[in-house]
């Protein structure tokens, strides 16, 4: 008994080095840009790097595009499949997965083979088209995530029951979807929304090879050239990223306060 | 032709038939329960009326329009569910006033209309509570209340009270019942609790495997079934087969005692039900008639004591009232037990 209680101790101890140990170093390494003392150097360079600020700012605008293209797609795909094609469950769980087996390499290649400016749609000819491929690659990669929480979030409330209360009471469609079933399933968009976030404000495969100025290539970029700056943005990336998941935590346990015993 | 005019509806899942040729016509007003056992296809036929399930065949009418055509949400039908379905992201304010938003009623007018429902059901001040901080009855009122509030043509409720404990069954039944009475709309309620079926129904229709067996008040059907089925479902009852002594004169016989029927009968044998409370261990009537017996069983009910007399092959079942003075005769004895030929009911198929 004793002895297993001390291996688990050795086995945690082991994650939690192997998980800080580096995360600690780069942050230490981060601070000592000024040679001597420990100083916010890196992150005052980085932050004022105009390319930061675009790169930044058209990755988050992405990102929320993302968000409400994969929330408009996701959530009336997720509802109708449990409301009138349940037996369809299994294969379309199954198609939201493929986005984590299938490389976004094989995925961008295929965009740029599909699209491209001899193509029956030339996307890529423009700046704008560019940008709703990169989108929409975004949202793909994010589905998995995406469609996993909303039907978790549907499956906590009787949508069938609900969904009929509400036809005869006279609401068409559109009503069921933004007065009943959005707002019960919301706390579970939301999770999808930061998870889409995070995956999209880092990524670099889709982004760098339709050679669009997001943040991460940007990120690349900085870290093929500087020594001390790549650390600092390392850690902002790597804060965003556990901003969205304290997000989650909040917002779930928010929910829990004003919609318990259901 | 009554304000809800169902004929000849069918409805099949795959190869089996659920709803089989059902026929009804409901009174403007009207309180019509479906009492059947589970699977009869009660609740089929209620979501064909509220437009959630297609039928096979047949027609829905209301004030003589067909609408088996219209979508659930352009039938002005009112419905009420066994888990209540409040919607769990509004107040109950917001829940009652549901309806009323999507037809484009204002503000200042919902508000009123809300306002004048809660206080129907007695929720006067629960308005600005969410559902999860109401109990099961309270819910199940605030449903109501939404499911009123759009002043539906006809209101459906599927065993709205199953849910709930027995105590808050007996109180709410009574109180949609006074409710359904003072704003005079017609109602279709499905349970498979005969004595909610009994107690608030002008008409009760009594189904069994999608037939309506018999649709009559209940009256009617406690004491006058018409078929094996109903008489057996409904209430307890003493099947007994007889032998028909004289059947254009209408007389057979019980364990060798001739009973005149009053109308005449077909057959070699016949098929008759007898309530228990028809029964007695004394005459209750001069028109009683005696059959000689041997008491069998005894179980003391409180109130009631239920006796099993062996009548020749029959075997009876009776309910006398518990008086101090009079204790219930012993197992084996004979004795001699009366009844009324006219509470005989003949039972068709
Ligand atoms: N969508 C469906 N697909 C296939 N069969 C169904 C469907 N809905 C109902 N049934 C079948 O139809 C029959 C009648 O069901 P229904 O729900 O109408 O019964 P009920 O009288 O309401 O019973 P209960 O008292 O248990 O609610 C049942 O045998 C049921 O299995
Ligand atoms: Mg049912």
Redesign the pocket.
């Known amino acids: 008994m004793r002895m297993q209680r001390v291996w688990a101790w050795v086995a945690l101890a082991f994650g939690l080095v192997y998980f800080f140990l580096p995360l600690i170093g780069t942050v230490e390494f981060s601070l000592r840009m000024r040679r001597g003392e420990y100083s916010l150097d890196a992150y005052r360079v980085v932050l004022s790097d105009p390319r930061f600020q675009q790169t930044f700012s058209y990755s988050v605008v992405m990102a929320l595009c993302t968000i409400v293209v994969g929330v408009l797609i996701v959530v009336p795909t997720a509802y109708w499949v449990r409301l009138r094609l349940p037996r369809l469950r299994p294969i379309v769980e199954f198609v939201t997965l493929l986005p984590l087996v299938i490389p976004p390499i094989v995925i961008v290649f295929g965009y740029i083979r599909m699209y491209n400016t001899s193509s029956f749609l030339p996307l890529t000819g423009s700046a704008t088209g560019t940008n709703f491929l990169l989108m929409m690659g975004y949202t793909t990669l994010a589905l998995p995530y995406m469609y996993r929480a909303v039907d978790t979030g549907l499956r906590a409330i009787d949508i069938r029951t609900l969904t009929e209360a509400a036809q005869s009471l006279g609401a068409g469609w559109f009503t069921i979807m933004a007065r009943v079933i959005m707002p019960n399933v919301l706390v579970a968009i939301l999770s999808g929304a930061f998870l889409t976030f995070a995956i999209v404000i880092g990524e670099f495969v889709l982004a760098a090879l339709l050679n669009r100025p997001a943040f991460g290539p940007y990120l690349q970029l900085v870290g093929a050239n500087r020594a001390y700056e790549p650390a600092a943005l390392a850690v902002i990336a790597f804060s965003i990223t556990w901003i969205c998941m304290g997000l989650i935590q909040l917002v779930t346990r928010f929910s829990r306060h004003t919609q318990a015993r259901r | 032709m009554g304000y809800l005019h169902i004929s000849n509806l069918q409805k099949s899942?795959?190869p089996?038939q659920?709803?089989k040729d059902f026929n009804l016509s409901v009174e403007k007003g009207e309180f019509i329960s479906f009492l059947?056992?589970?699977?009869?296809?009660?609740?089929?036929?209620l979501?064909m009326v509220a437009g959630f399930?297609t039928p096979s065949a047949g027609t829905i009418q209301i004030e003589g329009r067909d609408i088996v055509r219209l979508r659930p949400n352009q039938r002005n039908i009112g419905m009420v569910f066994q888990s209540y379905a409040l919607f769990p992201n509004l107040t109950v304010a917001d829940n009652v006033g549901f309806g009323l938003r999507v037809a484009g009623v204002s503000r200042a007018e919902r508000a009123e209309r809300v306002a004048e429902m809660l206080g129907i059901v007695g929720l006067g001040e629960y308005g600005a509570r969410y559902p999860f901080q109401l109990s099961g009855g309270q819910q199940q009122r605030v449903a109501l209340a939404r499911a009123l509030a759009v002043r539906p043509q006809v209101l459906l409720l599927?065993?709205p009270l199953s849910a709930l404990d027995a105590k808050i069954r007996v109180s709410l039944r009574e109180e949609i019942r006074a409710i359904q009475r003072k704003l005079g709309i017609t109602t279709i309620y499905?349970t498979?609790d005969q004595e909610e079926a009994l107690s608030m129904s002008d008409r009760i229709v009594v189904?069994n495997n999608?037939v309506a067996e018999q649709v009559a008040a209940p009256y009617e059907i406690y004491n006058r079934p018409t078929t094996r089925f109903v008489a057996n479902f409904v209430g307890t009852l003493n099947l007994i087969e007889a032998q028909v002594a004289d059947g254009p004169a209408g007389v057979v016989e019980i364990g060798g005692t001739p009973l005149p029927l009053g109308r005449p009968v077909q057959g070699a044998t016949v098929a008759l039900a007898l309530r228990p409370e028809s029964v007695s261990l004394v005459p209750a009537s001069g028109r009683d008639v005696p059959l000689p017996a041997e008491i069998s069983e005894v179980h003391f009910l409180g109130s009631v004591i239920r006796i099993r007399a062996r009548v020749g092959t029959a075997s009876l079942s009776l309910d006398t009232f518990n008086t101090p003075d009079a204790p219930p005769p012993p197992v084996g004895e004979q004795a001699r037990i009366w009844l009324n030929p006219r509470d005989l009911m003949v039972l068709e198929e």
């Open positions: 899942f795959g089996t659920v709803v059947g056992p589970s699977g009869c296809g009660k609740t089929t036929t979501r399930e599927d065993e499905v498979h189904m999608g």
